[in-house]
């Protein structure tokens, strides 16, 4: 079996294009001592990975010109030259952007596909479920009886984000790009308001769903959006920093939030987070999380795309609003 890349090929400057890529067929890997061969079912695509493309310091070092496209996946082990796993295994880490991975057995884990298929693994139960799981409840510290924001809510991070907060008797209003999308977060996810962001200016509508003001923001967005929470955030609130993607694809134009010191008249506090920090608690959340799917209070939705070919232009639909949910590759 061959194998089938996707490689970076030049850094880009905004939105990622066809000759961001070198997509290619290549010899299938052979693992050595301590290394796995993985047959990749489902490829994690992440608003992330638009900013492991650019060169310079981040949480995370660049993808290095030439390297195969750094991804989330999950698959079956193929051949195996460390213990713990055997071909049949079904495993997930960081496979990249490909058809074979050949990876440290150290740097993979094992899945139960009884629980959930390949894509919800990268889904509520990935990275996009530990970061709502731990950016609402550590981070925010969110409270029964709050009211909570919560932008992207459609979104792999937001759309669990809201139905969380449900689960924890808040009073949640999301932020979504569309009546689709609305529709989708409240009756879907619970929420009790969504506001279309392509509709309109959100502050007034955003103002008029929370009258007693914002305990807490949870932002996937950056820009105008977090500009507009951050007028109506009540006494203490928590303004979480999971993620700016309006920004992502051109940082050079962001401004603000002109509006900061909204936080001092508050006695409010703003902080990011990286979820990798959560790393040793993963199985707490997993196992929550894993619990609502099973009572059924947990919904789980992915986009699931088929094609490594398609990654190029499957990637740039994150930065679009295609999706609805999880968005996932099926190579
Ligand atoms: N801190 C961490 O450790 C961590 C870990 C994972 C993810 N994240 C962050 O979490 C956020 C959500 O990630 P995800 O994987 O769940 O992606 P996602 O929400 O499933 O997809 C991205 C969504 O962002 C919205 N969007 C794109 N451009 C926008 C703009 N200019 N203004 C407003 N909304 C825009 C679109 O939804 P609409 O159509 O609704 O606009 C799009 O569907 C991202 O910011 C990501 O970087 C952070």
Redesign the pocket.
């Known amino acids: 079996m061959n194998n089938r890349t996707v490689r970076l090929a030049k850094r880009p400057s905004g939105l990622p294009g066809p000759d961001t890529w070198t997509i290619a067929d290549e010899p299938a890997p052979a693992p050595a001592e301590g290394e796995v061969l993985v047959e990749v079912k489902a490829i994690?695509?992440?608003?992330?990975m638009r900013?492991w493309l650019d060169e310079g310091k981040s949480?995370i070092p660049p993808v290095g010109l030439g390297e195969v496209m750094r991804a989330s996946g999950a698959g079956v082990v193929l051949a195996s030259r460390d213990p713990r796993f055997a071909p049949g295994d079904a495993v997930m880490g960081g496979l990249g952007v490909q058809r074979l991975a050949c990876v440290r057995g150290r740097d993979i884990e094992p899945i139960d596909l009884s629980v959930a298929p390949f894509e919800r693994w990268l889904g509520v139960l990935g990275?996009?479920g530990?970061?709502?799981w731990f950016?609402l409840f550590d981070v925010g510290a969110v409270q029964p009886g709050e009211t909570v924001v919560v932008?992207?809510?459609?979104?792999?991070?937001?759309?669990l984000v809201v139905q969380l907060a449900r689960r924890h008797g808040c009073r949640v209003v999301g932020?979504?790009?569309?009546p689709g999308?609305c529709r989708l977060v409240t009756e879907r996810y619970g929420a009790d308001a969504c506001i279309d962001?392509?509709a309109g200016p959100v502050r007034p509508a955003l103002a008029a769903a929370v009258p007693g003001g914002i305990q807490v923001y949870f932002?996937?967005?950056?820009?105008?959006?977090l500009e507009a929470a951050m007028t109506l955030l009540a006494r203490r609130a928590r303004v979480v920093?999971?993620?700016?993607?309006?920004?992502?694809n051109d940082f050079a134009s962001i401004r603000g939030p002109r509006n900061y010191l909204n936080l001092l008249v508050q006695r409010a506090r703003m902080e990011?987070?990286?979820?990798?920090d959560y790393a040793a608690r993963y199985p707490e959340a997993r196992a929550g999380i894993a619990d609502g799917l099973a009572d059924g209070s947990i919904t789980a939705v992915e986009?699931v795309r088929d094609g490594l070919d398609r990654f190029p232009e499957v990637l740039t639909?994150?930065?679009?609003?295609?999706?609805?949910?999880?968005?996932v590759l099926r190579p």
């Open positions: 994690s695509l992440d608003p992330a900013g949480y990275i996009a530990m970061t709502a950016g932008s992207a809510a459609a979104g792999a991070v937001g759309g932020i979504a790009g569309g999308k962001h392509r932002d996937n967005v950056g820009g105008e959006i920093i999971c993620g700016a993607i309006s920004g992502y990011g987070f990286v979820v990798f986009d639909e994150l930065y679009t609003g295609g999706n609805f949910g999880k968005l």
